[in-house]
């Protein structure tokens, strides 16, 4: 089978019995951790997944939070490291936040920028005129990255506009980006800032929310959506609240502990090591008895307050698929947490599965 929707009590990943590049016609795809790393190179695997599942005939499009970067800069990097992409394949909170400002204000409303070049060229898209300072006159404020240069004074402007009364717009709240040198500040440290000055709240386009998942839907003309990410709070709860079905990969900031750990909001539908895993079928969770549940060859279950993994079969180095022990793994922390967060001590089960590679 495969998932219809987002269940809002899910309890166990879905499987399907076909590829799901087959299953679903748009790839909805996150870049950071998903597609390439922070320092801009290509992932393992993923230029040739992506190729496989382009030639099947899934589209393929690629969404970010990140409001610095056009579209046509997004594509370029795409191209340059073997993923052919057009402007028009990439989706960026820029574009999002700049459709909700033009949804609430009139043709041609001037908006003061706190941001970079992706958020201007999104802000003119929209027939909207970007001005730099709270005293050129604008009816709005919106607030994007800006990169790590961006100056302290630019926050200034944006809380004395703020502070005047005008509508506050980010196109997203991430606390935190990551790049070659490490984790920097992202946007939503910038927000907050203007924040604690001005005591407003901004309205917020980007992942997981509504605005972000209603633009990709708009450019893409997704029917059957399958969004692929690696972080349960955006990319996971973003399908969540548009009740469309979700891959997570392990190639990002997820582990298989803080997978365990999710919430139903940030359970996804479908697990896989890599981005390989959109031409795979995704194998089927059963109940095992006595509150286990079985997949590929493993079972799982719980028993005084821990997780256990036990593997049939399971020859040296490991005969087993590693992710079907992670698939059982999920469907019985999920259960045992119902609408929480699962407590229950997963360490030797993440150490055998350590052992096999995982």
């Known amino acids: 089978m495969t998932g219809n929707g987002q269940e809002r009590g899910r309890n166990r990943p879905d499987g399907s019995a076909v590829a799901l590049s087959e299953a679903y016609d748009t790839a909805l795809l996150d870049l950071d951790g998903v597609v390439y790393y922070a320092g801009g190179d290509a992932i393992p695997h993923a230029v040739e997944a992506l190729e496989a599942a382009r030639a099947g005939g899934m589209h393929l499009a690629y969404v970010t939070n990140n409001a610095l970067r056009t579209p046509d800069a997004v594509a370029g990097h795409l191209t340059r490291?073997?993923?052919?992409?057009?402007?028009?394949?990439?989706?960026?909170?820029?574009?999002?936040?700049?459709?909700?400002?033009?949804?609430?204000?009139?043709?041609?409303?001037?908006?003061?920028?706190?941001?970079?070049?992706?958020?201007?060229?999104?802000?003119?898209?929209?027939?909207?005129?970007?001005?730099?300072?709270?005293?050129?006159?604008?009816?709005?404020?919106?607030?994007?990255?800006?990169?790590?240069?961006?100056?302290?004074?630019?926050?200034?402007?944006?809380?004395?506009?703020?502070?005047?009364?005008?509508?506050?717009?980010?196109?997203?709240?991430?606390?935190?980006?990551?790049?070659?040198?490490?984790?920097?500040?992202?946007?939503?440290?910038?927000?907050?800032?203007?924040?604690?000055?001005?005591?407003?709240?901004?309205?917020?386009?980007?992942?997981?929310?509504?605005?972000?998942?209603?633009?990709?839907?708009?450019?893409?003309?997704?029917?059957?959506?399958?969004?692929?990410?690696?972080?349960?709070?955006?990319?996971?709860?973003?399908?969540?609240?548009?009740?469309?079905?979700?891959?997570?990969?392990?190639?990002?900031?997820?582990?298989?502990?803080?997978?365990?750990?999710?919430?139903?909001?940030?359970?996804?539908?479908?697990?896989?090591?890599?981005?390989r895993g959109l031409l795979a079928p995704q194998p089927e969770i059963v109940e095992a008895g006595g509150g286990a549940f079985g997949c590929g060859g493993w079972t799982a279950s719980v028993s005084g307050g821990a997780l256990l993994l036990e593997g049939e079969g399971e020859g040296e180095g490991g005969a087993l698929d590693p992710l079907d022990g992670v698939r059982a793994l999920c469907a019985?922390?999920?259960?045992?947490?119902?609408?929480?967060?699962?407590?229950?001590?997963?360490g030797k089960a993440l150490e055998r599965l350590g052992r096999l590679g995982l």
């Open 332 to 346: 019985a922390a999920w259960t045992d947490a119902g609408a929480g967060t699962c407590g229950l001590d997963a």
């Open 81 to 275: 490291i073997g993923v052919p992409a057009a402007a028009g394949d990439v989706i960026t909170s820029a574009q999002a936040v700049a459709r909700l400002i033009a949804d609430e204000m009139p043709p041609g409303a001037r908006v003061l920028v706190i941001g970079g070049e992706g958020l201007r060229v999104a802000l003119r898209e929209r027939g909207l005129v970007p001005v730099e300072s709270a005293d050129d006159d604008p009816v709005a404020v919106v607030q994007g990255y800006g990169g790590p240069e961006l100056p302290w004074g630019r926050l200034a402007e944006a809380s004395y506009a703020v502070g005047r009364g005008l509508p506050w717009y980010a196109s997203n709240t991430d606390l935190t980006i990551p790049s070659a040198r490490g984790i920097g500040p992202g946007n939503g440290a910038a927000v907050e800032v203007v924040r604690i000055a001005t005591g407003a709240e901004p309205k917020v386009a980007g992942k997981p929310l509504p605005p972000m998942h209603r633009e990709t839907v708009l450019r893409t003309g997704a029917e059957r959506p399958l969004v692929v990410g690696d972080r349960l709070d955006t990319d996971i709860e973003g399908a969540f609240n548009g009740e469309v079905d979700s891959l997570l990969v392990l190639t990002g900031v997820t582990d298989v502990a803080r997978l365990l750990a999710a919430v139903p909001e940030h359970r996804p539908t479908y697990v896989a090591a890599d981005l």
